[in-house]
């Protein structure tokens, strides 16, 4: 399998990597952690090299306790930590009204770190992420910070996720960035501006919500009923009558590539990305291994450069709503 590398860190990754946040958090009631644990660890076996997590995925189990994704994930990778990247990220703390409070300070960031280590288990991360940019705090206190973190071996290289291109440029110019973490899918293509900055300054892109929150794999629709206020999907717009019928132009240009290609519309559609750029890393996540598995084919779909103009060009044409899903991550 090719691999993809993290922008100017030179780390090296598979082409898909596997959003753990699903399996604690916004997807439902938390799992247990050992079949979380379990769910991450056959991702591995899988082929799967590239975890990304974050001090704020935490749900609330049944029983009232809180069950912490870089718990999860530590236990998990554990076994196998010199064979795996782990991104974890700092800066967000979600309160209940679905909202979150940012605090980039360098001293916040500091009891991060550690926390974040010890859930990890692991004496270092490799990449670490600015969760949201933070107004109180210039990007070049935030990197650096990051610079002396590197130097500690604390983290192998940083990023920013929900980056804007002035401050990637300023944070950029004080401790080199090695990815953005933005939202990505064929419904949600306002980061493709920051293309021609990431190019320039060696930058990976890794996409979150590759697949609309789910939309774009088909198997959910208006009528699908999440799990409650555990579940961020529930109100996003693409479930609703009007976001299907705007979208089904495009879900049926996807079905018929998946006929054609003997794969899934899961699967084309990450597929599209891989193919649109070489420094996208998709990072989709599920608590199935067999949707792990599926998405981790999509790499193998090669989708042809005519097929992904085509589908840029249905794009352009399309009146989509703004599926951005819900702010909060």
Known sequence: MDKRVLGKSGIEVSPLGMGCMGITHASGDPMPDDEAASVVRQAHEMGYTFFDTAECYVGTCADGTEAHNEDVVGKALAPVRDEVVIATKFGVTHVPDKTILVDSRPEVIRISVEKSLRRLRTDHIDLYYQHRIDPKVEPEVVADTMADLIKEGKIRAWGISEA??????????????????????????WNESLFPVLEELNVAFVAFSPMANGFLTGAYSHNTRFEGAQDYRDGMPQYTEE????????????????????????????????????????????????????????????????????IDGLLNGLDLMVFGGHTVR
């Open 164 to 189: 804007t291109e002035e401050y990637l440029r300023r944070a950029d110019a004080v401790c080199p960035v090695s990815a953005v973490q933005n939202r990505y899918s064929m419904m949600t293509r």
């Open 243 to 310: 976001g299907e019928r705007r979208a089904e132009p495009l879900m049926r240009f996807v079905r018929e590539l998946a006929e054609l290609h003997a794969a899934t519309p899961a699967q084309v559609s990450l597929s599209w990305m891989l193919e649109k750029k070489p420094y996208i890393i998709p990072i989709p996540g599920s608590r199935k291994p067999e949707r792990l598995l599926e998405n981790l084919g999509a790499a193998e779909v090669g989708l042809t450069d005519d097929e992904v103009a085509k």
